[in-house]
C-alpha cells in the first residue's frame, strides 16, 4: 500500500499541454498575444480599446505633414460684405479716395465686383482680383506675409501704450486740481 501519492504536478511533467489541453490559454501570454504592444495588429480586437486611447494615431496612414502656412483667402464680394466689420476693428479705413484696407495674411480672389474703389494691402492676388479691383479705379499693394503672433503682440503693444499715455494725462489733471 502505498503512503504518498504522488502529485498531479509531477506526473503532468513531460506532457506537452501539462493538463491544460490542447489550446492556447495557460501558455504564459498567449492568450494576450504576448507582452507590450505584440499581437497590436490588424485583427488585435482584444487590445484596439487600450491602444484607440493611449496611441490614438497608432493605425492609419502615416506621413510629412507640411508645416507651411498657407494664406487664407477672401473673394472681392466678402470683403464688400464685411466692410462694416473691418472699419469697427480697425481693419479698414476711409480715406479721400475710397477705403483702405490692410489684410496681411490673406490672398484676394476675384469673385464679385466691387462698388467702390477699394485700396487693398494683402500677401497676394489672384489676376481677376487684380483686373476688377483696378476697373473700380482702386489700387493693390502686395506686402509680406505676417506672422499672426507678431501681428497681435504689435497690436497688445500699442493698446498698452494708449493706456499708458490716457493714466499719465488723468494723473497730470488731478496734480492741476490739487495745486
Known amino acids: 500500500m502505498k503512503l504518498k501519492k504522488r502529485s498531479k504536478r509531477s506526473r503532468l511533467r513531460g506532457q506537452k499541454t501539462c493538463g491544460y489541453g490542447f489550446r492556447k490559454k495557460h501558455r504564459g501570454k498567449g492568450s494576450r498575444g504576448g507582452k507590450g504592444m505584440a499581437g497590436t495588429g490588424k485583427r488585435a480586437d482584444q487590445k484596439k480599446t487600450f491602444i484607440i486611447k493611449y496611441y490614438p494615431e497608432y493605425f492609419g496612414k502615416k506621413g510629412f505633414k ?40 490673406y490672398k484676394i480672389l476675384g469673385m464679385g465686383k466691387p462698388k467702390q474703389k477699394l485700396f487693398i494691402k494683402a500677401s497676394a492676388f489672384s489676376k481677376k482680383a487684380k483686373e476688377k479691383i483696378e476697373q473700380a479705379g482702386g489700387k493693390i499693394e502686395i506686402v509680406k506675409k505676417e506672422k499672426i503672433g507678431e501681428v497681435k503682440k504689435e497690436k497688445i503693444e500699442q493698446e498698452e501704450k494708449k493706456e499708458i499715455i490716457e493714466k499719465r494725462k488723468k494723473l497730470k489733471k488731478e496734480d492741476k486740481k490739487i495745486l
Open 66 to 105: 507640411s508645416k507651411k502656412k498657407r494664406l487664407e483667402v477672401i473673394n472681392l464680394i466678402e470683403i464688400e460684405k464685411k466692410l462694416p466689420v473691418f472699419l469697427k476693428q480697425k481693419i479698414a479705413k476711409k480715406i479721400s479716395g475710397g477705403t483702405a484696407v490692410d489684410l496681411p495674411n
